[in-house]
């Protein structure tokens, strides 16, 4: 039964980190912002790992990310803690986020960009039945009962604290290296691919490197530099090469 509970544990750690490095590097600074262009075969294995991990949509995100860039802290922002408060947003950000991605104005506005592709339409548009696939998976894998619980954990800790984090305590806490009112959680970085260097995503949206200080590390950053290595990504400009510019 331990090695049954370390093994489920396990299994949520690996999924958590899926779910994050995709989110970061292909909703994030790929779909959202253009901060590198990816292969076709990597853009479909991130959007694969989305499908099964967490269901999102690719435009809705987009759409819901784009317009908070659009009104950061300010009327209209979709999750801002000045707004609606710290707690309402850390604890309740994925029903903000809802109520954004469900509204057809906000995606046509912000994601027309985005096409979809017979991929979409047959698969990664129905984000139920990719989760419930993956569950599916992991309950083969581990067992009924523990495959539930890793998928649990994995959602728990997915929704409702690493990206709530993100639009909570990183526009709550922490400091600041350019002049906006997001917020750089060093912590927070190591356990979300980076994005917890919120403060200089906001300063440089468009720069794929979320890190610019020595002591500031983002994980997601080797991991692109190995795929543009391998000719399956071209980066756009870090925040150095704009400052250096």
Known sequence: ??????????????????????????????????????????????RSALWLTTGLSTKEWVAVHRK?????????????????????????????????????????KYARDIKDDVWDRLFFNHGLLGLAVGTVGLCAALGIWWGLLAAGVHAVMYVFVLSSSINGLCHHV????????????RFLALLTGGEGLHNNHHGFPRSPKFS??????????????????????????????????
């Open 1 to 46: 039964m331990l090695l049954s509970l370390v093994l489920a544990l396990v299994a949520a750690v690996i999924l958590i980190q899926i779910a994050v490095f995709s989110t970061t590097i292909y909703l994030h600074r790929c779909a959202t912002h253009r901060a590198l262009v990816l292969h076709p075969v990597a853009a479909f294995a991130f």
């Open 174 to 185: 922490g400091y600041r290296n350019f002049d906006n009112t997001a917020t750089n959680l």
């Open 212 to 245: 610019v200080r020595k002591r500031e590390f983002d994980p997601a950053w080797p991991i692109i530099r190995l795929l543009t290595l391998l000719r399956l990504a071209r980066p756009y400009k870090t925040i150095e090469q704009h400052a250096n510019a």
């Open 68 to 108: 908070h860039h659009a009104f950061t802290d300010e009327e209209g922002d979709p999750h801002s803690p000045y707004l609606e408060g710290f707690w309402p947003v850390q604890l309740g950000n994925v029903f903000y986020y809802m109520r954004e991605a469900k509204n057809p104005e906000v995606v046509q």
